[in-house]
Every structure is written in structure tokens, then in C-alpha cells.
T-cell receptor, first 116, second 114 residues
Framework: DQQVKQNSPSLSVQEGRISILNCDYTNSMFDYFLWYKKYPAEGPTFLISISSIKDKNEDGRFTVFLNKSAKHLSLHIVPSQPGDSAVYFCAARANAGGTSYGKLTFGQGTILTVHP | ETGVTQTPRHLVMGMTNKKSLKCEQHLGHNAMYWYKQSAKKPLELMFVYNFKEQTENNSVPSRFSPECPNSSHLFLHLHTLQPEDSALYLC?????????????FGAGSRLTVL
């Protein structure tokens, strides 16, 4: 049972336009969500995160939106640049009680290609 | 060196071979992880170590044997693997294993089992 799903395997966007990457989850215990970016031949690197007490977090060109009722989050990149071309992984962790947290659960990734 | 370093970057082995993957982190982190990334699948957590002690084994077959001699080094010993074990194996580290900490990943070891 895949608890974190990225249903779009790939996304192609023109430079300067907005990229929207989507992620759905099923576990209502998830309370913290992260996006990682992975270039070929490199490991995933942390990009941006959001706590379940918020519905939006912004960092420069990157904004993550969280819709808890729909169990959906999205990553917006605007304006998109060719250097943003990479695989984007959504990840979530559950609150296991108090200050204990479960391990990260990852989605399968979305390949973003930004064309010049 | 800084960050998380994995060697070898590429490995081809037969099903009867014994090989090892190595991971080293220079971040002063206490927790280290092995993840498996197969094509078009999510990253799968395999093992977690915190202060050299294994804290999680995610039902990984015994043909994968982890070793963590200290907080900076992590190995994955491989023996009698199957072709379906071919994947990218990613090592990661974090300050603690509570899940509240951001993971820093290595570049991965691409394994092909013939």
C-alpha cells in the first residue's frame, strides 16, 4: 500500500512558466511533508518542507501548499528555469506520539523538464 | 571531503558474488540509513542506525547485511543477490533518527546483478 503517491511520472514546462508538482497521501497521521530534488548521478537534496499546522510555505521561487482535508500537497516553482530540471520526490513523516516521529515515506518521484 | 560519500558508484556482480557498498559521512551526524531506489518506485527504507545501533530493519532479506562500525561509516554487505535486487542504493545521514531531522543523501551506488 503506497501511502505517498506522485501520480504524474513526468512534467514538461517552458522556461519562465509555472511548474506544479502534485503529491497525494493516505495516512492521516502524517504531519510533516518535504520535497527533495534529485539530479542525475547525485543523491536527493532537501528543497522545502511544510508542517501540517500550515497550509503554505514559501522559499524564493518555491512554494509548497498543503490541503489537509484533501490529503494533497503541491510544489509550485515560478518562474521555472532549465536548472530546475530534475526528479522531485515528495516525502512525509508521521507523528508517532509526543516527540517521536516515524521515518520518512517517499513518493515515486516526478521528472520535471524545463525547456529553454 | 564533506557530505555523504558512497563507494563504489557502480557495481556489477553475479548472483554468487559477495560484495560490499560503503558509505561515509563527514557531517557529524549520528544516524545513518540505507535506502533502495528501483525504477519507477518510491525510495524504500532498508535499515536505520543511530549511534551505531540498528534501530530499524524494514523486513529486508538476509542477503543484505548492514554493518555500522561507528557513526561515520555504514556498509551494506551483499551476497547471493537476485537480478531483481538491481537498483540504486542510497545512503543517508541525519542528526538523529527521530524522523524530525532532514536527511542528507549520498549520490548512490548503482548495482546491477547479472
Amino acid at each position: 500500500d503506497q501511502q505517498v503517491k506522485q501520480n504524474s511520472p513526468s512534467l514538461s514546462v517552458q522556461e519562465g512558466r509555472i511548474s506544479i508538482l502534485n503529491c497525494d497521501y493516505t495516512n492521516s497521521m502524517f504531519d510533516y511533508f518535504l520535497w527533495y530534488k534529485k539530479y542525475p548521478a547525485e543523491g536527493p537534496t532537501f528543497l522545502i518542507s511544510i508542517s501540517s499546522i500550515k497550509d503554505k510555505n514559501e522559499d524564493g521561487r518555491f512554494t509548497v501548499f498543503l490541503n489537509k482535508s484533501a490529503k494533497h500537497l503541491s510544489l509550485h516553482i515560478v518562474p521555472s528555469q532549465p536548472g530546475d530540471s530534475a526528479v522531485y520526490f515528495c516525502a512525509a513523516r508521521a507523528n508517532a506520539g509526543g516527540t517521536s516521529y516515524g521515518k520518512l515515506t517517499f513518493g515515486q518521484g516526478t521528472i520535471l523538464t524545463v525547456h529553454p | 571531503e564533506t557530505g555523504v560519500t558512497q563507494t563504489p558508484r557502480h557495481l556489477v556482480m553475479g548472483m554468487t558474488n559477495k560484495k560490499s557498498l560503503k558509505c561515509e559521512q563527514h557531517l557529524g551526524h549520528n544516524a545513518m540509513y540505507w535506502y533502495k531506489q528501483s525504477a519507477k518506485k518510491p525510495l524504500e527504507l532498508m535499515f536505520v542506525y543511530n549511534f551505531k545501533e540498528q534501530t530499524e530493519n524494514n523486513s529486508v532479506p538476509s542477503r543484505f547485511s548492514p554493518e555500522c562500525p561507528n557513526s561515520s561509516h555504514l556498509f551494506l554487505h551483499l551476497h547471493t543477490l537476485q537480478p531483481e535486487d538491481s537498483a540504486l542504493y542510497l545512503c543517508a545521514s541525519s542528526r538523529g533518527d527521530s524522523g524530525a531531522n532532514v536527511l542528507t543523501f549520498g549520490a548512490g551506488s548503482r548495482l546491477t546483478v547479472l
